[in-house]
């Protein structure tokens, strides 16, 4: 399987990747604790059909030293003991933020005020931040069909 445009090699596109980029690092660098971070990437990425983040976020949470376990839950967190309430109301804005288009009215506020029970502002800054990025990594990598599987944590810098 090849990706439909080699969007990471393209001189339009990879301006427009540095961009992103840049958003995300901006993000990466906040006070949103990491491992919440990458909880909330998997679980778009697992929505959106991103394989090939799927694969990125859960091989770079395995390389920060995420258990197996709880990536094997993160699509069941609902279900799961094993992950914090800050990380439950994370998971909860993460999922109605990237299905706006299967829900009228967005976000709930009940999902936004759990969220600012845990998260002070500048991490609701960042949380709201990652879940649009995430999702804009997700849509290029699913309309080009960015093969999954050939990722290794720290390749891209």
């Not at 909880?39 to 390389?63: E, P, W, Y």
């Not at 839950?73 to 804005?93: G, P």
Request: one cysteine or more; aromatic letters at 6%; glycine letters at 6%.
């Amino acid at each position: 399987m090849e990706s439909r445009l080699d969007f990471f090699n393209h001189p339009l596109a990879g301006k427009v990747l540095r961009h992103i980029n840049s958003a995300n690092k901006v993000v990466a660098d906040s006070t949103l604790p990491h491992a919440t971070q990458e909880l909330v990437k998997i679980r778009a990425s697992q929505i959106n059909g991103c394989g090939f983040c799927t694969d990125m976020h859960t091989k770079d949470a395995t390389a920060q030293g995420e258990t197996q376990q709880r990536l094997n839950l993160v699509a069941v967190w609902r279900e799961a003991k094993v992950f914090t309430e800050a990380e439950r109301a994370a998971l909860e804005l993460a999922e109605q933020g990237t299905r706006t288009a299967d829900a009228a009215g967005g976000v709930t506020d009940e999902a936004w005020e759990n969220a600012a029970k845990h998260f002070d502002e500048d991490q609701l800054a960042a949380l709201v931040a990652l879940i649009a990025i995430i999702n804009a990594y997700n849509r290029v990598n699913v309309i080009t069909q960015q093969p999954a599987g050939d990722y290794q944590p720290g390749m891209f810098g």
